[in-house]
């Protein structure tokens, strides 16, 4: 079961947001739910990247490449 909530914002902020909800075939409730749940799992992607980049932490070139060696194909 889905819960109410009561927010308070800038009519006009709101009114630009209901109409660009609308224009992605949306609804302003839907993508406060999406922003929401992203909200809530931010840390855990950021804590999950992070430990993803110590893991990778051992792969070093060793040296500088130039702008070219990095554009080889």
């Known amino acids: 079961m889905q819960k109410n909530i009561t927010l308070s914002a800038d009519p006009d ?6 109409e ?11 993508q406060f739910r999406l922003w929401l749940n992203r909200y809530v799992t931010t ?5 999950a990247y992070e430990d993803l980049m110590d893991t990778l932490a051992y792969a070093q ?5 130039s702008r070219d060696e990095m554009n080889e194909r």
């Open 43 to 47: 840390d855990a992607k950021v804590a």
């Open 20 to 30: 660009k909800a609308h224009r992605e075939r949306t609804t302003l409730n839907a």
């Open 13 to 18: 902020l709101i009114h630009a947001a209901r």
């Open 61 to 65: 070139p060793g040296r500088n490449f």
